[in-house]
């Protein structure tokens, strides 16, 4: 633990003497905001497989199982009865776009965990989604405070393409991490790289590291 966090405070210490001769600011909050070789939009992209998968309410259920004591599977109802969180964070896409301040609202992955109990072996997840997405995280990452199930975006729900009725939202790591329509959260005691780690993205994907590829 360590370690890594020496690692990380060099790199971003390091981007940031770069960002400032680039910049030319001495803004410590303007210099760290954007990782390194992003670019800020105001839109809002959708990427997708090519499937946006439709996923009416009425027959949506989230399964949480695994390496847990406990296991549910909500339906919507359930779901929209835990309690509700809202959290404000930035994206950033490995495709170089970073999208700030995103209102969140939705469930707090921590109440999820917290129902479920993770038996002690479990030390990460694998996201499944409708239209066939996986993707996997180390479960701290994942137990973040600002991790949500998402049903809305600023007040308003999500619409079809960007994962409408719920998507996973993990801010601290790319983009390709929070999955859309999600329909499983399955906890494990080993890794499963998913549908874009298997295909050469990173299986972290910390974008102040820029842990894009391999
Ligand atoms: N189910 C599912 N989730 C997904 C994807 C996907 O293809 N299917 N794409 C990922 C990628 S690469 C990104 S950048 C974001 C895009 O989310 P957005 O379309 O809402 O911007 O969703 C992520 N989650
Ligand atoms: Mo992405």
Redesign the pocket.
Known sequence: MGDFNEKLTAAKQAWARAGRLLTGTTDPDKEMRLPPRQRLVTN??????GVQPHVPVETWRLDVDGAVVNPVSLDWAQFMDLPQADDQSDIH???QWSRYDNRWQGVKTGVLLALVQPRPEARHVILH?H?G?TTNLLLEHFAEDDCLIAHSHDGVPLTR???APARVIVPRYY??K????IKRIELSAVDRPGF?EVRGYHNVGDPWLEERYG
Do not use: I, M, N, R
């Open positions: 809002w992209p959708v990427l997708d497989l896409c490995v495709t989604s239209d997405y393409e960007h994962g983009f390709w929070s999955a859309k329509w874009w």
